[in-house]
C-alpha cells in the first residue's frame, strides 16, 4: 500500500500557509491588509508565509497603488489551486482510512 | 499528525474558506425587524386606503393630502425604519463575532443584492410612468425582483437566503394573477416570510 503521508504537501505543513490558500481559492484576489485580518497575523510572519508560497507559484502577487498607498494583492495560480486541492484529498483520504 | 489534529485542520479550513468569503454577521433578528415593520406598515396602508375609499382623505378633514403621497410617505418611512434596524442588528452581530462589518464580503453583498433590486425599482417606475393603470402590478413586480435579489446575493451570505428568495418570487407570481390583492400579498412577502425566515436564521445560527 502507498504510504498516505507521502501525498501530503511539505509546503502546506504550516497552518499559516494552509490558511492563506484557503481564503485565495474561494476569493478572485484578496489584498494583503484583508489575509492579515482574516488570519489574524502580524506583518512580518505573514509576509515571510506569503514568500515561501510564492517561490513555490502556488500564488501570484500584483502590486497598485491606490492614491499614494501601495495596495498588495495576491491570487491563486492553477498549479496552486491544483496542490492545494491533492492535499486536501489526501487529508480526507488518511482520516477515512485510519 | 493524529485524526483529531486532522479534521481540526479541515475545519479550520473550511471556517476560513467561509468567513474570507461570505458575509456571516446578517443577523436573523433584523428579518423579523423588517417583517414587523413591513406588516406595520401594511396596516396603516390598509387604513390610509379605508379612508380614502370613504372619502376621508382628499376630500374634508384632511384635503392637503392625496391617497399616493400618503401611500408613499409610508411606503418610504418602512423602507428607512427596516434598512436602519437591519443594519443596527447586523452590526451588533459583527460586534459579536469580531468580524468587520464593511469588507469585500458585505460589499459583495451588497452589490449583487442591488443589482436586480435597482433594476426592479426601475421598472417599477416606469411602469408607472407609462401605464397610470398598472397599479396593481406594483406589488407582483416588486416581490418578484427582490426574490431575484435574494438568490443573486445568496452566493456571498448564508444560503437559507435562496429559500426565502424563492418563497418571494413564488408569493409574487401568484400575487401576479391576483391583482388587486397586492397589499395582502405584499404584506405576507415582506411582513409574514421575513418573520418566519429571520426566525429560522435566529435559532439555526445565533441562540446556542
Known sequence: ?98 | MNQQEQLETLNDIRNIMNRSSKFISLSGLSGIFAGITALLGAYFAHQALKDYLAGNIGYGYDAQSDIEIELLKIGVLVLVVALLGGIFFTYRQSRKKNLPLWDSTSRNLIVNLAIPLVTGGLFVIALLLNHSNAVGLIAPSTLIFYGLALINASKFTYSDIKFLGVCEIILGIIAMFNIGYGLYFWAAGFGVLHILYGSIMYFKYEKR
Not at chain 1, 64 to 84: D, E, V, W
Open chain 1, 1 to 98: 500500500m502507498k504510504n498516505p503521508i507521502g501525498s501530503l504537501n511539505k509546503i502546506f505543513d504550516s497552518r499559516i500557509r494552509l490558511g492563506v490558500m484557503s481564503v485565495l481559492i474561494v476569493n478572485d484576489s484578496v489584498s494583503f491588509n484583508d489575509l492579515k485580518q482574516l488570519l489574524e497575523l502580524t506583518d512580518g510572519n505573514l509576509a515571510s508565509h506569503l514568500n515561501t508560497l510564492e517561490q513555490a507559484a502556488y500564488i501570484k502577487m500584483h502590486k497598485a497603488f491606490i492614491g499614494r498607498k501601495t495596495n498588495t494583492t495576491y491570487t491563486i495560480t492553477p498549479l496552486g489551486k491544483q496542490s492545494f486541492q491533492s492535499h486536501l484529498d489526501a487529508l480526507e483520504k488518511m482520516i477515512k482510512g485510519i
